[in-house]
């Protein structure tokens, strides 16, 4: 199983909390599944690149210029770098953060980083 295979379900589960957020009005929190979404598909540049995508659309939805700015340029980076693992663990991918800074992995992320390892090893 590759990668992209065993985190899929993971980086989906965010995306749709992450929607579901959204839809309650609680864009802070909303943001935080899209970080999540981040983290744990970094590893696999299809992945990378949808949870920039979608921090981008987050970005217009909410006319942050900053972040849509920030998101295009880690988009560009996501897409040429992520295959010769050029990205820095743990971070969590919004503009309020250096691209190219390392961060610690939260707790909650960790245990699903270590189930795609797992599933991996288990094919």
């Known amino acids: 199983m590759t990668f992209y295979q065993a985190a899929k379900p993971f980086v989906q ?6 929607s579901n957020a959204l839809s309650e009005g ?16 970094q590893h696999s540049t299809k992945l990378h690149c949808v949870a920039h995508f979608y921090m981008l659309k987050h970005g217009l ?7 849509c700015l920030g998101q295009i340029l880690r988009f ?23 691209p190219f800074k390392p961060l ?12 795609i390892k797992h599933a991996q090893s288990q094919s």
Do not use: C, M, W
């Open 13 to 18: 589960k965010k995306l749709n909390a992450y």
């Open 76 to 98: 560009i980076g996501a897409f040429t770098k992520t295959a010769f693992g050029l990205i820095p663990n743990g971070n969590t991918g919004g503009a309020n953060i250096s």
């Open 104 to 115: 610690p992995i939260s707790q909650s992320n960790q245990i699903i980083l270590d189930k």
């Open 61 to 67: 939805k909410h006319g942050d210029v900053k972040e």
């Open 26 to 41: 609680r864009a802070k929190d909303a943001f935080r599944h899209l970080e999540d979404a981040h983290v744990i598909g």
